[in-house]
T-cell receptor, first 113, second 111 residues
């Protein structure tokens, strides 16, 4: 596709439940990035992929967060046993190469209640 | 680590040029400067990027100082639709190419 598609737009989970977010990068883009925006204006890097390989996972909370980018499937970000502080907008972005611009999706707003 | 420093807010009259400054004094030689903007809570929108030379596209111009420690994004004729938070970002060339977002500048274009 011509744009990064993120689903769902909104997700509500009870504390302790699992949350799974999806991202379809732009066709032909090799790099995928996940960001978390908790407070207005503050973006936290989570993880990046080069194709299906993890490229940089320095921002990923080790215990409850996991992510995958498998061939011929949307990328996914999964949060096991969600906590209230996981409430945020999660953005996915993709870029064609290492130093080309990245295009962001419209985000998934996760609300943990 | 704060990679970039921007003023928290700015106003600009409609039709005038908006000049948004950014300091990135610790930038490495192979790191690019990117500018994105976020309108309301939408996904960040790419504006422009550069390494050393000044760049111009249909949206804006990017002026990078010779020492690369600061840059300015110029919107030549601001419109009300340019009201947004503008992020100056240094992109790590060697660390997963992640974008280091700062806190951005909230630009308000005034009629």
């Amino acid at each position: 596709g011509e744009e990064v598609a993120q689903t769902p737009k909104h997700l509500v989970r009870g504390e302790g439940q699992k949350a799974k977010l999806y991202c379809a990068p732009i066709k032909g883009h090799s790099y995928v990035f996940w960001y978390q925006q908790v407070l207005k204006n503050e973006f936290k890097f989570l993880i990046s992929f080069q194709n299906e390989n993890v490229f940089d996972e320095t921002g990923m909370p080790k215990e409850r967060f996991s992510a995958k980018c498998l061939p011929n499937s949307p990328c996914s970000l999964e949060i096991q046993a969600t906590k209230l502080e996981d409430s945020a907008v999660y953005f996915c972005a993709s870029s064609e190469q290492q130093n080309t611009e990245a295009f962001f999706g419209q985000g998934t707003r996760l609300t943990v209640v | 680590d704060a990679k970039t420093t921007q003023p928290p807010s700015m106003d600009c009259a409609e039709g005038r040029a908006a000049n948004l400054p950014c300091n990135h004094s610790t930038i490495s030689g192979n790191e690019y400067v990117y500018w994105y903007r976020q309108i309301h809570s939408q996904g960040p929108q790419y504006i422009i990027h550069g390494l050393k030379n000044n760049e111009t596209n249909e949206m804006a111009s990017l002026i990078i100082t010779e020492d690369r420690k600061s840059s300015t994004l110029i919107l030549p004729h601001a419109t009300l639709r340019d009201t947004a938070v503008y992020y100056c970002i240094v992109r790590g060339a060697n660390t997963g190419n992640q974008f280091y977002f700062g806190t951005g500048t909230s630009l308000t274009v005034i009629p």
